[in-house]
């Protein structure tokens, strides 16, 4: 149980262009989906915060129009990597909390996508 | 200041030998402490997980909390060469139950 898919795995892009990934929790419901970056050998850093049915919190030094978040299912969370520029490139990863736990309750995390962008 | 600390590594051992990993933080409200083991390009995945301190015991590993020091460890003993991985430290507390994590160890155990 408590598996998140992320769609897809790897992806190659122009710069210029729009990338979308999926997140999907396949067992369970999650009203809360989370967004993380990771750069090599680096921590992970929270995005935003997706919340089913609302709009995303960002943290701080997050471009929220860069980075279109949309939470339009219990299941499905979807970040879309606007104008993409090399320096977007990076490890994305996000993680879901199932529905009706707390906040201080686990996040199941993602295999992540490897965005590249030339 | 990071909020949280952590040595990059990497670390080298050789198999069968105990494993000391740790992590330092500044923010007295983290409650929830946490170890992920991370392998090569994959999602984090959950090992421990201690709310205040104290100690707890899984296996191989044991996860340790001084919040007194701000200071928490997690040991691996009898280490295997499936161990190598990335070991990410995390914590949350206060109102955000937000996830902050550590930078990360690179471990190698070798055969």
């Known amino acids: 149980g408590a598996v998140v898919s992320q769609h897809p795995s790897r992806v190659i892009c122009k710069s210029g262009t729009s990338v979308k990934i999926e997140c999907r929790s396949l067992d369970f419901q999650a009203t809360t989906m989370f967004w993380y970056r990771q750069f090599p050998k680096q921590s992970l850093m929270l995005m935003a915060t997706s919340n089913e049915g609302s709009k995303a919190t960002y943290e701080q030094g997050v471009e929220k129009d860069k980075f279109l978040i949309n939470h339009a299912s219990l299941t499905l969370s979807t970040l879309t990597v606007t104008s993409a520029h090399p320096e977007d490139s990076s490890f994305y990863i996000c993680?879901?909390?199932?529905?009706?736990?707390?906040?201080?309750?686990?996040?199941?995390f993602g295999p992540g996508t490897r965005l590249t962008v030339l | 200041q990071k909020e949280v600390e952590q040595d990059p590594g990497p670390l080298s051992v050789p198999e069968g030998a105990i494993v000391s990993l740790n992590c330092t933080y500044s923010n007295s409200a983290f409650q929830y402490f946490m170890w992920y083991r991370q392998y090569s390009r994959k999602g984090p995945e959950l090992l421990m997980y201690?709310?205040?301190?104290g100690n707890k015991e899984d296996g191989r590993f044991t996860a340790q909390v001084d919040k007194s020091s701000k200071y928490i460890s997690l040991f691996i003993r009898d280490s295997q060469p499936s161990d190598s991985a990335t070991y990410l430290c995390?914590?949350?507390?206060?109102?955000?139950?937000?996830?902050?994590f550590g930078q990360g160890t690179t471990l190698q155990v070798k055969p």
């Open positions: 993680s879901a909390r199932e529905t009706g736990r707390s906040s201080y309750n686990e996040q199941f």
């Open positions: 995390a914590m949350k507390g206060g109102n955000t139950g937000k996830l902050i």
């Open positions: 201690t709310y205040s301190s």
